[in-house]
């Protein structure tokens, strides 16, 4: 379920080539499995990845096939209670340091939180473009 920890390079933008649209070009936390919105395979590509980051149980729910918008909002959730949890763990260990593995479990925790918050970010990203991809087809039709 769990991807790893994105690369600086992804982080950064630096996959984001110069005639990437303007949502990519300003936001560098752009995932870089996930095709630019405008692009063909865009949605295709957001809800793979999307569900690879949730619980495997969410691909058998038809609403988050039809509405990948909130499938991303659901995983955005989803990541911030993972966030909320290692957040707890780290204040928890660094009150009481009474363990010999304290250091090590600071810096698992601290990991988990880092991919966390590098992960909700690019969520927000593919959460938002998806949302305009909506909101563009519903005044269209």
Do not use: N
Request: aromatic share 6%; net charge positive; proline share 6%.
């Amino acid at each position: 379920m769990r991807q790893p920890q994105p690369t600086t390079a992804v982080l950064h933008g630096t996959r984001a080539s110069t005639t990437a649209p303007a949502l990519v070009a300003r936001h560098p936390q752009w995932p870089g499995g996930v095709a630019r919105p405008e692009t063909p395979g865009f949605e295709r590509s957001a809800k793979a990845w999307l569900f690879d980051l949730g619980p495997a149980r969410w691909q058998c729910e038809g609403v988050f096939h039809r509405r990948p918008d909130e499938l991303a909002r659901m995983v955005r959730l989803h990541i911030e209670s993972e966030l909320a949890t290692a957040q707890a763990a780290l204040r928890r260990i660094r009150a009481r340091r009474t363990s010999l593995d304290a250091q090590e479990l600071l810096d698992i925790y601290q990991r988990e939180s880092d991919w966390a918050v590098a992960m909700r970010d690019q969520v927000c990203e593919v959460e938002t473009a998806l949302q305009q991809c909506r909101e563009t087809r519903r005044k269209a039709s």
